[in-house]
């Protein structure tokens, strides 16, 4: 077996995933194999009609000491380090032969360079190094995103990114890319976390206040793919304020195109006069409600998703339809474990969710009006929306002290929140584009979403008032649920949760025997006493991993608590990984410790918004039961 084969037999048992990698790179490369003068194999590589080294002509190993002996100070700090090209193996090497750091991640962005090494010299020493964490390799326009995504997942303290300057100069726009990613992905991570941490209870509440209203409510299946050879566009109408420009534009359009209120732009749109197909909300704060509040809700239908504020769906006159997001685990467990109702992916802004249900419905081109993602003409919101006080718009306009390019070409005042919902959408945006649907932007002045084009409405009413004309509302397209169904519906979601209230007893008694093992496990570390220390670790292994087991864990901890959880599994690898009794009982006091407080505090509460949530069900069930 040669070098090549070996080296293909270990990435398949180890790296699996990079061996399409190896099928898809192309043989035939003007990039030639050579020597250094002390017998390393190199490589001159050729880059806009340009050919380098790889290495040193003269060692290559000398060169990757003296590149890691600048970085010294920079990795010496480091506890998660992401190397961008690792050559022939040596700069990876010597990196890994000289930093400290618990976790490695490995991004080759050329696969001829990759395939070389495996021709050239034995991976095995390198790659058999348990600290590597991820191992990507090409030039994909989305892998620098993937690679984001993973590693902003993962890190838990000091990081930093390392870049051979070879690399620096054969691949600078990759490497800018990347850097934008992760900082970006970072930014959204510490948003989410600090999202479900804020609004960690008043999700659950709403989740579980609106299980009635799925229960009696019909999901949206049957629009699946519903306009997908009619050529139908659908326009995404949000209430930034460029709205008030295109607005006048809708009413002529209402039977030529689909016309999706996203959230709060509902308020605008009535104020005009104009009303949409349908409504999509999913924000479950006090303010959302307001905008319902201001309404008439009787004349256009709402798509519910299960976090909106559930005094929204209390006091909603027209007709109701459901949708879930794909991580609403309680929802899944709850009422819908057949998985029958439409899953999306999460995002931060409701725009998000109404792109996804257009494009569920056969909808390859979708426009966005009144889609500024940032405070144009400082400005907040289009006029008619007015769920939120003159003070208070003034003072997130006064604190937004960041910019964004506009698609005119100027600036916008914008703020790190707003940045976040702006990065999400440009995030969806690419995985729509992968699956074939066009997102043009149409908000004048508003933000640049990268990976959309810029068209005006004036330009575009003409072809579209070329459409022909058509119903376009959804309610008669929708089987109502007959009252044996809706009964049923009711049931079973009531028993589940009586279930789920005998298993937070159940495991609330575990919880505070473990969180008497900590303190246990504190005295016996004081003391000094091995024998105890790994007795008590071993109970609070036994205890912790039937508390994981169970379904209340998985769905509805794993839910609420996922900030906290998050933050536990970050120090999980350093924990097991370490030998010490008397640092591993520490780490355990230090991180399981907050994680189990937190869950004992959080029981209680629980219990009492799955008791609100039956005592709910069984009042719509005796309210139908009298129909």
Not at 139 to 162: R, T
Not at 241 to 270: F, R, T, V
Not at 508 to 533: G, Y
């Amino acid at each position: 077996m040669d070098l090549y084969q070996s080296n293909v037999k270990f990435l398949t048992k180890n790296y699996p995933a990079l061996l399409q990698i190896l099928e898809n790179t192309e043989e035939e490369t003007r990039d030639e194999v050579v020597l250094t003068r002390n017998n390393e194999p190199n490589l001159v590589v050729t880059s806009d009609g340009n050919s380098y080294f790889l290495h040193s002509r003269y060692s290559a190993k000398e060169e990757s000491k003296k590149w890691i002996h600048t970085l010294k100070e920079k990795i010496e700090s480091s506890k998660h380090i992401l190397i961008f090209g690792i050559g022939l193996g040596f700069f990876l090497e010597e990196l890994l032969a000289t930093t400290k750091a618990k976790y490695i991640f490995i991004y080759e962005p050329s696969s001829k360079i990759f395939k070389t090494w495996l021709k050239v010299k034995d991976i095995r020493p390198a790659l058999s190094n348990p600290r590597i964490k991820l191992f990507a390799v090409g030039d994909d326009e989305y892998l620098p995103l993937q690679i984001a995504n993973e590693i902003a997942g993962f890190v838990s303290g000091s990081f930093c990114k390392v870049t051979p300057p070879i690399y620096e100069k054969l691949y600078p726009k990759i490497i800018t890319q990347l850097d934008l990613e992760l900082k970006d992905m970072i930014i959204q991570q510490i948003s989410n976390m600090q999202t479900r941490k804020e609004y960690q209870e008043t999700w659950l509440n709403n989740i579980l206040g609106n299980i009635s209203h799925m229960s009696i409510s019909p999901s949206i299946v049957e629009l699946k793919d519903l306009w997908k050879d009619d050529k139908v566009k659908a326009i995404v109408v949000g209430s930034g304020p460029s709205l008030k420009k295109d607005i006048h534009y809708l009413s002529q359009l209402k039977d030529k195109c689909l016309i999706i209120a996203a959230g709060s732009s509902i308020q605008a749109m009535e104020h005009f006069g104009v009303y949409p197909h349908f409504i999509v909300s999913m924000d479950g704060s006090l303010s959302n409600y307001e905008v319902f509040k201001n309404i008439d809700t009787s004349k256009v239908p709402l798509i519910l998703l299960p976090p909106v504020h559930y005094k929204i769906t209390d006091h909603f006159k027209g007709p109701m339809f459901c949708a879930k997001f794909d991580n609403d685990l309680i929802t899944n467990h709850i009422f819908d474990q057949d998985n029958r109702i439409p899953g999306f992916i999460s995002t931060s802004t409701v725009t998000g969710t109404a792109i996804q249900l257009a494009a569920y419905m056969g909808i390859t081109q979708i426009l966005l009006m009144g889609q500024d993602l940032s405070y144009t003409d400082d400005e907040f919101y289009a006029p008619g929306v007015n769920h939120m006080s003159d003070n208070s718009k003034e003072a997130h306009i006064s604190s937004a002290n960041e910019w964004v390019d506009n698609v005119e070409g100027g600036k916008n005042r914008t703020k790190g929140s707003m940045q976040v919902l702006l990065k999400d959408i440009q995030v969806l945006v690419k995985i729509m584009t992968l699956k074939g649907v066009e997102i043009i932007n149409t908000s004048k002045k508003g933000a640049v979403i990268e990976g959309t084009d810029w068209v005006s409405m004036d330009e575009l009413v003409p072809e579209l008032l070329q459409q022909p004309s058509r119903s376009l509302e959804i309610s008669s397209r929708i089987s109502a649920l007959s009252l044996e169904a809706q009964l049923e519906n009711l049931g079973r979601s009531t028993m589940s949760l009586s279930k789920v209230l005998q298993q937070i007893s159940k495991v609330d008694i575990k919880i505070k025997k473990l969180l008497k093992l900590m303190t246990k496990l504190e005295n016996a570390i004081s003391a000094r006493n091995l024998k105890q220390v790994d007795h008590v670790l071993n109970e609070i292994n036994s205890l912790w991993q039937w508390t994981t087991n169970q379904d209340i864990f998985k769905v509805f901890y794993n839910y609420s608590l996922g900030h906290y959880i998050n933050i536990y599994m970050r120090y999980v690898p350093e924990i097991a990984e370490t030998q010490d009794s008397y640092k591993k009982g520490r780490l355990i006091i230090t991180h399981l410790g907050k994680l189990i407080e937190q869950i004992h505090s959080f029981n209680p509460e629980m219990t009492t918004l799955i008791q609100a949530a039956i005592e709910k069900n069984e009042k719509v069930t005796h309210q139908i039961a009298l129909k």
